[in-house]
């Protein structure tokens, strides 16, 4: 990442990020921080705003609470998604914060709450953004369960380095075409702003010349010391892939751990792609 788009990115996110923050219980619409997404894009040289190229951020919500009109706690589990082509995402903690000046707030109903949360985020990331909340009670059945695919973590590989290296991926390749489902447990990277870390599941799906694993290990491990947002990563790792292994169908997803009762689950792909929804057991 070059200096100057990282010290923009930086520059946009300082306002809540890394410091001591006031929390509002009314609501506080203004407390949603957008981040233009080309800002990344612009450096991985690559036009997402193009057709071919779909994908979604998915965020789960464990902690909404509101007043119903009386005066009364509510609490409800919420997904929001997010399309890829929005012009912003929406910075994390400004959504936990967002979601908190909730708490003490009347509404007449979760739908009420619902549609004020989607209209906020459409406005601020600029696109098309769906919310969905579910009452706690009317839960049911909830499936907790792994990604599918062959799991490549138990590659017999030695690593002496951690700084991100694309390169990891030059030449991997074999003249195999094979389709297949890659999944990783042990992918970390850390907030860009706090560097906390962050946890995730990767899952690569792709048509084409077949993927060395040891290859594609030593690149996804060059994460763990990597500086960058959930969405940025995933853009990344998707950009890699198809520059360097050049598959002619490929699907990139991360589902991240929970963080301030909220986790993230960005997926970028070129062909249509059905993510599996359900929690994973460290989410």
Known sequence: MSITTHDSIIHLAKPLLGKTTEYYHTYQPSLLHPIPRKLHRELLNIDFEQNIFMGEDIWTLYEVSWLNKK???????????????TLNLIESKSLKLYLNSFNQTCFINIEMVRKTIEKDLS???????????????????????????????????????????PEYLYNITTNNIVTEQLISHIFKSNCLITQQPDWATVQINYHGNKINYTGLLHYLISYRQHNEFHEHCTERIFYDILKYCKPSQLSVYLRYTRRGGIDINPWRSNIEFLPNQNRLIRQ
């Open 123 to 165: 406005d601020r990331a600029v696109g098309l953004v769906n919310v969905t909340l579910v009452h706690i009670q009317d839960i049911k059945n909830v499936i907790i369960n792994n990604l599918s695919g062959f799991c490549i973590d138990t590659q017999d590989i030695t690593i002496t380095t951690y700084k991100l290296n």
């Open 71 to 85: 005066g009364l706690p509510q609490v409800a589990i919420g997904k929001i998604v997010l399309d890829m082509h």
